[in-house]
């Protein structure tokens, strides 16, 4: 592989009293003490006569190029270089293989557009933007979208290569059109089948396989009646959702009905649970402890307020535990961690978080100061409760450390006879905090 140019030499410029000198050049760094660059090339379907000239050329001169068996299938004769397929698990043995083979010129082949949903995240982590060379090809989201007349902006986008079916139920909305990346040639009935099972069965499917190239095909079907036999590993299915009258709406935003949920009666009801989660403020990529997790479902719409939102449940009950599970891959989170233990035990060893519920055992001792402690600067704390004893406990709290102490009262229209009355549901009291950033110092 060539190497980089040099950097260019310039005089070093120093200034006197009176006028203006020149010192002596000042060579950069030796090129050789540089690490090499690594280059990942993006190729197509369409395999070598899809790349650019001056890409072929890369990749004739490396030394290794490592890839997929399939990419790397796609190589014609003339690259001289040591082929590497990667092994499975990828992730883990990414560092040590870059690091083994950069030296002799090393290219990465992946497919498409590597940093979009590709191994480019995986790279830049490890060597690093500054030492990689990114050569993306047309993704098969860019590609399916052109075949389709959608705009790529109004489309969205759930990968199930590496990720539970369940992952794509969060993006199922009325009338939304989604791209869904296939794991292997049996992800079209797949979806099919769970897209029925969530009520949009009647909505229309197509699979596009092999895009961009000489064999790429068309399959279009309904989900409620797909019956097509598995065919190409490399396809994309494209949905256009249509949910049933009778299906359950999913909507965005904190509050789901109380009937989404499988619960034996200890939830948290929607009107408590939207102002719980707007008090917690889930943002992109942070992680929340919800301590006592009954249902999970405080743990669930963080974790739907954004596709990077994570939640630990921690759940003493083992039925209860299990529940929280089959609740979070219902409703499109499959990702939620279920801790089966008891508060604050159970807390020892889990990551920092940057938000904590507490639902339940406010009283047991030492669990609000064991919360407290593993909070980070500048994260919440919200704790609800409907008993004297708990709100004597929040009431302390809330003196020493301040934030905002709430009582939320709900009633709810209900037959009387012939007639309909307010039933009163029992009032929840609220406390919230920020944690301050200088805390450790209290």
Not at 111 to 134: H, K, N, T, W, Y
């Amino acid at each position: 592989m060539t190497a980089p140019d040099p950097l260019p030499i310039f005089p070093r410029i120093t200034l006197t009293a009176g006028d203006l000198t020149l010192a002596p050049a000042v060579s950069p760094e030796p090129a050789a003490s540089r690490e090499p660059v690594v280059t990942l090339v993006g190729i197509g379907a369409d395999g070598w006569a899809g790349l650019t000239s001056s890409t072929m050329a890369l990749v004739e001169q490396a030394g290794v190029v490592i890839g997929g068996q399939r990419q790397l299938d796609l190589l014609p004769d003339t690259v001289s270089a040591e082929r590497v397929a990667w092994p499975s698990p990828l992730r883990p043995v990414v560092a040590a293989m870059v690091e083994r083979h950069r030296s002799r010129g090393l290219v990465v082949l992946a497919s498409g557009d590597p940093m979009c949903f590709g191994i480019g995240r995986a790279l830049v982590e490890e060597v690093g933007p500054q030492s990689l060379r990114v050569l993306p090809h047309p993704s098969s989201i860019s590609l399916a979208c052109a075949r389709l007349g959608w705009p790529v902006e109004d489309t969205d986008v759930v990968s199930l290569v590496g990720r539970p079916l369940a992952s794509l139920t969060a993006s199922l909305h009325q009338g939304r059109r989604v791209l869904v990346l296939s794991s292997d040639a049996a992800t079209p009935a797949q979806v099919a089948e769970l897209l029925t099972d969530r009520g949009f069965g009647g909505s229309a499917m197509t699979v596009l396989e092999q895009l961009g190239s000489p064999a790429e095909t068309r399959r279009p079907g309904v989900a409620r009646t797909w019956d097509a036999a598995p065919g190409s590993a490399l396809n994309v299915v494209a949905v256009e959702c249509l949910l049933s009258p009778r299906g359950t709406r999913l909507g965005l935003v904190p509050g789901l009905a109380d009937a989404a949920y499988e619960d034996d009666g200890q939830l948290t009801k929607r009107e408590v649970r939207a102002v719980t989660i707007s008090s917690l403020a889930p943002a992109p990529g942070e992680l929340l402890w919800d301590i006592g997790g009954g249902a999970g479902s405080i743990a669930i719409e963080w974790m739907r307020a954004h596709r990077t939102c994570r939640a630990i449940a921690i759940e003493s009950d083992g039925e209860r535990a299990a529940r929280i599970g089959r609740n979070a891959q219902a409703l499109g989170v499959p990702g939620l961690r279920v801790v089966n233990g008891r508060a604050p035990g159970a807390l020892a060893h889990l990551p920092c978080p940057d938000a904590i519920f507490v639902g339940g055992g406010l009283t047991s001792p030492g669990l609000l100061d064991s919360a407290w402690a593993a909070l980070r600067p500048g994260g919440r704390l919200v704790a609800n409760t409907v008993t004297l004893e708990s709100d004597a406990l929040l009431t302390q709290w809330y003196s020493r450390h301040g934030g905002e102490l709430i009582r939320v009262a709900t009633s709810r229209a209900r037959a009387m006879g012939d007639f309909t009355g307010w039933q009163q549901a029992m009032p929840v009291t609220q406390w919230s905090v920020t944690k301050p950033v200088d805390a450790a110092d209290r």
